[in-house]
C-alpha cells in the first residue's frame, strides 16, 4: 500500500466531521507510542514550550546520570540513544529555537560529564557534528537570539 501525500490527506481530513478526524486520531495514537506522544506534546506542552524545554532538559539529566560507563562502547551507545531521544522531542516541538536549546544542552552535558569525547573519534565527531547543526541553525534566527547562543557555543568549541 503506498501512503498518500500530505496535501491529499489535508484535503480529505479537510472534509471529514469532526466526529471521524477525532476517531481518526484516537486510531492513530493507538498503533505507535510516538504518536501517543506527538499527540500528548500537541495538546498539552505546545502551550508552554519553556516548560517542555525543562522537561526534556530533566529527562537529558536522567538519561546522562544512567549511562553504563564500563567500557567505551557503552558509552557511545548510551549517548547515542540519548541523542536520539533529543531530536524525537526536537521534532516533536519542530520550534528552531527549542532546537537550538536542547542541542546546546546535550552538549553542554556532554562536556561537562566527564566523557573523554576525543578519546573516541566516533564521539568526537558526533560531537562535532551537533556543533555544526547548531550553528547552521543559529543563522536562521534573530540576532538577539544569534548573539545570546553564540556566547555559549563558544564554550563549547
Not at 52 to 69: C, G, H, L, P
Not at 85 to 94: A, N, P
Request: proline share 1%.
Amino acid at each position: 500500500m503506498k501512503a498518500a501525500s500530505i496535501s491529499l490527506l489535508k484535503k480529505e481530513l479537510d472534509m471529514l466531521p469532526s466526529k471521524e478526524v477525532l476517531g481518526i486520531c484516537m486510531r492513530l495514537a493507538k498503533f505507535k507510542k510516538e504518536n501517543k506522544e506527538l499527540l500528548s506534546y500537541l495538546l498539552f506542552e505546545a502551550d508552554d514550550e519553556l516548560q517542555y524545554i525543562i522537561s526534556v532538559k530533566s529527562e537529558i539529566d536522567a538519561q546522562f546520570a544512567e549511562i553504563n560507563r564500563s567500557t567505551m562502547y557503552y558509552i557511545k551507545k548510551s549517548i547515542r540513544k540519548i541523542l536520539r531521544t533529543t531530536h524525537k522531542y526536537i521534532r516533536y516541538s519542530g520550534i528552531r529555537r527549542t532546537e537550538v536549546e536542547l542541542l546546546i544542552y546535550f552538549c553542554t552535558k556532554l562536556k561537562t560529564s566527564g566523557i573523554p569525547v576525543n578519546a573516541s573519534t566516533a564521539l568526537s565527531n558526533l560531537y562535532q557534528a551537533q556543533l555544526q547543526k547548531i550553528r547552521n541553525i543559529l543563522a536562521t534566527l534573530h540576532e538577539d537570539l544569534q548573539y545570546d547562543y553564540e556566547q555559549e557555543l563558544i564554550i563549547l568549541s
